[in-house]
């Protein structure tokens, strides 16, 4: 193991490592995993696509000003816009 592993900022011990080497060979239960839900919730009947957009950042201190004002994510402000502009 290389030094200073971690997730989510919690440090990975040996003893973590052998539990998820136990856990695998004996066994994962595919239909249970699928069914807690793993991942964001999605937005609709249809996948979501994912783009990126390059702002500077005069141009996101903007964005996350107006986010703020207006009590919405980042994410939640640039859709509202868009859907607004498109319109």
Same mark, same amino acid.
């Given at each position: 193991?290389?030094?200073?592993?971690?997730?989510?900022?919690?440090?990975? =011990?040996?003893?973590?490592?052998?539990?998820?080497?136990?856990?695998?060979?004996a066994?994962?239960?595919v239909?249970?995993?699928?069914?807690?839900?793993? *991942?964001?919730?999605?937005? *609709?009947?249809a %996948?979501?696509? =994912?783009? %990126?957009?390059?702002?500077? %950042?005069?141009?996101?201190?903007?964005?996350?000003?107006? %986010?703020?004002?207006?009590?919405?994510?980042?994410?939640?402000?640039?859709?509202?816009?868009?859907?607004?502009?498109?319109?």
């Amino acid at each position: 193991m290389l030094k200073n592993e971690s997730i989510n900022g919690v440090p990975v =011990t040996e003893e973590d490592i052998s539990a998820w080497v136990a856990e695998a060979e004996a066994g994962i239960d595919v239909p249970a995993l699928k069914k807690r839900g793993r *991942g964001r919730p999605g937005r *609709g009947a249809a %996948a979501s696509q =994912t783009i %990126a957009v390059r702002l500077t %950042a005069e141009e996101l201190a903007r964005v996350d000003e107006q %986010a703020q004002r207006n009590h919405s994510s980042r994410s939640d402000f640039i859709r509202s816009a868009l859907l607004q502009y498109s319109a």
